[in-house]
């Protein structure tokens, strides 16, 4: 696997983190992912479904792997899995990773996810990676992956003294990047809000056919 991130901007994301308490907005999208998980495991079809306790006649769970690239602090997990608890079993296949937060900086085993969340995440990754970090949760992701890429400056500037948005691109040229990415066996859904190409943010799934 190809490097994602310099050890320099690494070190400066961890410092970015410690003094502004970055990464506590993916909770604010963890209704729109469970509906995103439910639509897809409904097409799906998994034989898992139905599966059913037989001393009390309840239905198990399903299992469901999730990797939450670029997690901030954390905020997504706690929402969306009690927003799925009766479906669908995230504790014990939820991933967590974000390369500013110690004990959450190291990539999880290279493997196959259900689902890939990176929310607010891409803006942040340096020109030299952009490509590399969406070929890895391209080869990464099963089901489908949720991106949220904001497309105009952040009010946050770094130690550094650049705009916290390191890459700027408008939300056309993201969409052109993540069909490169994920190829002919996934589709774009826009999700929340209208596609707009020349708009402020991009809010994506990338799910497969």
Same mark, same amino acid.
């Given at each position: 696997?190809?490097?994602?991130?310099?050890?320099?901007?690494?070190?400066?994301?961890?410092?970015?983190?410690?003094?502004?308490?970055?990464?506590?907005?993916?909770?604010?999208?963890?209704?729109?992912?469970?509906?995103?998980?439910?639509?897809?495991?409904?097409?799906?079809?998994?034989?898992? *479904?139905?599966? #059913?306790?037989?001393?009390?006649?309840?239905?198990?769970?399903?299992?469901?792997?999730?990797?939450? &690239?670029?997690?901030?602090?954390? *905020?997504?997990?706690?929402l969306l899995t009690d927003l799925l608890r009766h479906?669908?079993?995230?504790?014990?296949?939820?991933?967590?990773?974000?390369?500013?937060?110690?004990?959450?900086?190291?990539?999880?085993?290279?493997?196959? &996810?259900?689902? #890939?969340?990176?929310?607010?995440?891409?803006?942040? @990754?340096?020109?030299?990676?952009?490509?590399? @970090?969406?070929?890895?949760?391209?080869?990464?992701?099963?089901?489908?992956?949720?991106?949220?890429?904001?497309?105009?400056?952040?009010?946050?500037?770094?130690?550094?003294?650049?705009?916290?948005?390191?890459?700027?691109?408008?939300?056309?040229?993201?969409?052109?990047?993540?069909?490169?990415?994920?190829?002919?066996?996934?589709?774009?859904?826009?999700?929340?809000?209208?596609?707009?190409?020349?708009?402020?943010?991009? #809010?994506?799934?990338? #799910?497969?056919?």
């Amino acid at each position: 696997m190809s490097k994602l991130i310099t050890d320099e901007y690494k070190q400066l994301m961890t410092q970015q983190h410690a003094a502004h308490k970055w990464g506590g907005s993916g909770r604010s999208w963890a209704s729109i992912i469970a509906a995103i998980i439910a639509r897809c495991e409904g097409l799906n079809k998994r034989p898992e *479904t139905g599966a #059913v306790n037989a001393v009390g006649k309840h239905f198990y769970p399903m299992p469901v792997s999730i990797l939450d &690239y670029g997690c901030g602090r954390g *905020t997504l997990r706690a929402l969306l899995t009690d927003l799925l608890r009766h479906d669908y079993d995230l504790l014990s296949s939820f991933y967590e990773y974000d390369p500013g937060i110690p004990g959450k900086d190291a990539l999880p085993p290279f493997n196959d &996810y259900d689902y #890939v969340i990176c929310t607010d995440v891409m803006e942040h @990754v340096e020109t030299l990676y952009v490509a590399d @970090v969406l070929h890895y949760i391209a080869r990464n992701t099963v089901s489908a992956a949720f991106f949220v890429i904001a497309c105009r400056p952040a009010k946050a500037t770094l130690a550094d003294g650049r705009n916290a948005h390191i890459v700027l691109a408008e939300p056309c040229i993201w969409l052109k990047w993540l069909l490169e990415a994920f190829g002919r066996d996934f589709k774009p859904v826009f999700e929340h809000e209208p596609y707009n190409p020349r708009g402020s943010r991009l #809010v994506v799934s990338m #799910v497969r056919r």
